[in-house]
């Protein structure tokens, strides 16, 4: 058999942990041929590839980023979510050409759609769930998490100690677009005061309130932890709207920090190794099988598959009742709403 894989959308530490996983199961354990697609569907449209031996797989598995490169798919999303006739040839025979039994695509929300479509145009396609955002629906967890939380509670401990000294009130914004996750499992694990995700909302008096009480309180400082997809009704970043707002309505010094693609680079903590390892492995399984149109998951401590047309177009969202949510309200950390 011969299995092409690619990888789309943002990057994840974990990434190649995972190629690896498929490359080397479906090597070594099923005798496969695996070519890479060189970065994402593009890559397949234009038969950018590379050859993956067992070899060439080794020494991949601590690197972060993609041996295979990725990118933001517009055009190959336009093509497949309104497909004409000469759309679907033109994908068609880019896989045919290429002489594949599979497609494996590792990648996000975005990329399982697509994976999904493909495999309604009747071709053999196996999704595996990429990002640091975690909100792939149809798995507990995505590879890449772990090591964004890691590097976010490291900033946010690293916030402590400043923000004490000058007794300030330090912001700090957090990826995660649809989801709050990385903010809240960061959030709660780093000690931030306030904490506030897209999926909450926020009331701006809940927020200076909760400042000013902890400050009559005697406390020396506030660190409030905000996702980057927290809307604001300015066109400024979240962390620097919040900044601003609070140094204004409690007088007390407010900065801001916005940690960005730090969260993203580098190498995968050994959480993310190991879940992409398995996942891969799943997949290389899934591909021997002859099941296609399903994208590998973790669901409680197993590794399974989910159809792909059940997650498809779907997210997986923080929800008011998470118990890290309940037991941070009981501690009295706020969540903007409360
Ligand atoms: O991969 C998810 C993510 O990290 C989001 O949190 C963020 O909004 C987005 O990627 C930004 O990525 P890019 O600038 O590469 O499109």
């Known amino acids: 058999m011969k299995v092409g894989i690619l990888t789309s959308g943002g990057d994840a530490p974990g990434i190649n942990a995972t190629i690896r996983g498929v490359g080397k199961t479906a090597i070594n354990n099923y005798g496969m041929q695996i070519i890479g697609i060189q970065n994402g569907f593009s890559g397949l449209l234009y038969k950018d590839i590379v050859e993956l031996t067992d070899q060439s797989l080794s020494g991949i598995l601590n690197m972060g980023g993609t041996i295979l490169g990725t990118a933001r798919e517009k055009v190959f999303r336009k093509m497949i979510t309104s497909p004409d006739e000469k759309d679907r040839e033109q994908i068609k025979n880019a896989y045919n050409e290429l002489g594949l039994d599979c497609l494996v695509c590792i990648g996000g929300n975005g990329t399982q759609r697509t994976t999904w479509m493909l495999s309604e145009l009747g071709l053999n396609a196996v999704g595996i769930p990429k990002t640091i955002d975690n909100d792939v629906y149809g798995t507990d967890v995505t590879f890449g998490f772990d090591t964004a939380v890691n590097i976010a509670t ?10 004490s000294s000058h007794r300030r009130v330090m912001v700090i914004e957090l990826m995660g677009h649809h989801a709050g996750w990385i903010t809240l499992h960061a959030g709660m694990a780093g000690g931030a005061d306030i904490i506030l995700l897209p999926e909450l909302g926020y009331n701006m008096k809940v927020v200076i309130d909760k400042i000013n009480q902890r400050m009559e309180m005697g406390k020396a400082y506030s660190i409030v932890a905000v996702a980057e997809g927290v809307e604001v009704p300015t066109k400024e970043r979240p962390a620097t709207y919040f900044a601003r707002e609070i140094e204004s309505q409690t007088g007390y010094e407010t900065r801001e920090t916005v940690l960005g693609y730090i969260q993203r680079g580098g190498s995968p903590s050994p959480y993310d190794r190991n879940l992409g390892t ?12 002859g099941k296609f149109g399903r994208m590998v998951a973790k669901i409680g401590s197993e590794i399974t598959a989910v159809p792909l047309s059940d997650v498809a177009g779907k997210l997986r969202l923080v929800t008011p009742d998470n118990q890290l949510v309940l037991q941070g309200k009981r501690m009295g950390i706020s969540f903007g709403i409360w």
């Not at 996942?279 to 099988?289: P, S, V």
Request: hydrophobic share 45%; no cysteine.
């Open 154 to 163: 490291d900033a946010i401990d690293r916030l402590h100690s400043t923000a």
């Open 278 to 289: 398995l996942l891969g492995g799943h997949a290389a399984e899934l591909i021997h099988e």
